[in-house]
């Protein structure tokens, strides 16, 4: 349940969700309530080669670590990781995983692929890992990642960086103590699609002065509803209440407790929340958001979770050109328009998701963009056939201005426009992904690792605190029912 918090005065920084308990109590997971004396810096993992290979390990087998997996086996070059180790506590995700990853023996140098349960052992045991890509639950990667970096591996860590403020604090403050690399799997950063957006597109001011944008991620109850057990991989209850978890259902809707996750808006806005300070290259002053446990409230059947299932979030930011909202929005409770981010500017609109089918810009009708099709390579193209929502096709025949009537009069033009706008001009961006979304983002990734330079990461740990910084504040505002106002400092370590 979320707790009922009566509004209280205003915040005066991001003290509420600064957990130290929250934290310290999932970091002993990992230390066993000790604090771990720092390494020296591994050697293997300062050396600086382009091109070699990497020994890698992947911490956490489920879905996202699986996805890794695909990455690198469909989008990396071959040679560039190689995978000597996973670690899962569930015995059906490691096998799998393992299983997965030797049948893709092309992308294997030579070797095995050793299987741990714990994270420890892994480290103990195999000396020759570089990098260590975590796919945990959020509550785990602060202590993980310390964990990695202390022992001189370079971390490629899955977002949301944590499922508190501390812990995503402490993640910076390890790589600040290690001086190793460290990226968070933000992995839009990296997908040259979003890069053409924000550097061909809204940097060069074709969207005019942008005043609005727009994020969602709605998905249906089916897609949330709780997963049952896997026949014949039961994972005992000691093994689950050794790792922190209270039981099988929590482990397996670990994003929905607070205990483990931050819920949806973390989740799911870490992606795209990030996206409004990435593109304009910007933090928000403020934010205001509603939501709640809207449909998983425990009845008729339905699975009780804690963290809000459906959230509305407005962000205000001031940008040199002047104001501008953002407004997120995450349902489970439809899956309507699936997930996207639009930016509206004065001269025109893009639209653009990680799924290729959102792939529009939209210019107003008083602007010609046919100069930027025609430039060499061209910054948009003109629209393919399969464009969803093709609205600029509707029929509009319903309300055409009568000649003679005040709004076509010269006077018009001096006063805001109060009929329906006319409709925008179509285009699309030119770049197209054929790699797995994350393949990017985790070459970005290797490369830092085997040049040792960790100017060359597309999402440095430093840059996703000022994102978890963002999202967490939404919540924040959702259960205090406040405005949160934000200080430059609540974005430094
Ligand atoms: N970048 C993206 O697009 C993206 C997409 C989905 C998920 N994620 C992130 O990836 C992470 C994992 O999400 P998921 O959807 O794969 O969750 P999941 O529940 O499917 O998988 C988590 C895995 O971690 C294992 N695990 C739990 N505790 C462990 C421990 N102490 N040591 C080792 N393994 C442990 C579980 O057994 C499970 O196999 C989350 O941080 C999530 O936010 C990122």
Not at 136 to 150: I, N, V
Not at 244 to 256: I, L, P, Q, T, V
Not at 349 to 364: D, H, V
Not at 408 to 419: F, G, M, N, P
């Amino acid at each position: 349940m979320i707790p009922t918090i009566a509004p209280a005065p205003p915040p005066t920084g991001l003290s509420r969700y600064m957990d130290r308990r929250n934290f310290l109590r999932s970091s002993t997971f990992i230390t066993g309530g000790s604090l771990l004396l720092l390494t020296s810096k591994s050697a293997i993992a300062q050396q600086s080669a382009p091109g070699r290979t990497i020994k890698c390990a992947l911490v956490g087998c489920g879905a996202q670590g699986d996805r890794l997996r695909n990455a690198a086996a469909k989008g990396l070059g071959k040679g560039m990781i190689q995978w000597v180790a996973v670690c899962d506590i569930w015995e059906y995700s490691r096998r799998k995983i393992r299983g997965a990853m030797l049948g893709e023996s092309k992308h294997q140098i030579d070797g095995d692929v050793k299987v741990y349960e714990d994270i420890h052992e892994m480290l103990e045991k195999e000396p020759t890992i570089e990098a260590v890509f975590i796919a945990t639950p959020d509550f785990l990667h602060a202590s993980q990642s310390r964990l990695c970096l202390e022992k001189g591996k370079a971390v490629y860590c899955e977002k949301m960086m944590s499922n508190t403020i501390e812990g995503a604090r402490d993640m910076v403050k390890a790589q600040q103590q290690t001086g190793l690399i460290f990226q968070i799997g933000h992995q839009r950063h990296s997908n040259p699609r979003y890069i053409h957006l924000r550097d061909k597109i809204i940097k060069e001011g074709m969207l005019g002065r942008v005043t609005h944008c727009y994020g969602q991620w709605n998905r249906g109850v089916s897609a949330s509803a709780p997963l049952g057990k896997v026949k014949g991989y039961d994972i005992p209850q000691d093994v689950l209440t050794k790792n922190g978890y209270a039981s099988f259902e929590e482990f397996r809707n670990w994003r929905f407790f607070s205990k483990y996750g931050a819920g949806p808006i973390s989740d799911l806005g870490a992606h795209q929340i990030d996206m409004f300070n990435w593109m304009y290259d910007a933090l928000p002053t403020s934010v205001m958001a509603t939501g709640g446990v809207d449909y998983y409230d425990g009845t008729n059947g339905r699975a009780k979770f804690e963290e809000p299932d459906n959230v509305m979030a407005l962000y205000e930011y001031k940008l040199p050109s002047g104001a501008m909202r953002a407004y997120y929005q995450v349902l489970t409770t439809t899956g309507s328009q699936g997930y996207f981010e639009k930016h509206m500017g004065v001269d025109g609109t893009a639209l653009i998701s990680e799924s290729p089918s959102y792939n529009q810009l939209y210019a107003e009708p008083s602007v010609d963009w046919d100069k930027f099709a025609s430039s060499s390579p061209p910054t948009i193209v003109k629209p393919s056939e399969a464009v969803k929502n093709k609205f600029w096709e509707h029929d509009r025949s319903w309300e055409k201005p009568r000649p003679g009537s005040f709004a076509v009069t010269s006077l018009a033009k001096a006063v805001a426009d109060v009929r329906e706008s006319k409709p925008l001009v179509p285009w699309e961006l030119p770049v197209v992904l054929n790699v797995p979304p994350h393949a990017p983002h985790m070459k970005n990734f290797i490369e830092a690792v085997q040049t040792n330079n960790y100017k060359h990461l597309t999402c440095p740990v430093e840059m996703a605190f000022q994102c978890a910084v963002t999202v967490f504040a939404a919540r924040e505002s959702l259960l205090t029912g406040m405005k949160v106002v934000f200080k430059p400092s609540d974005f430094q370590v």
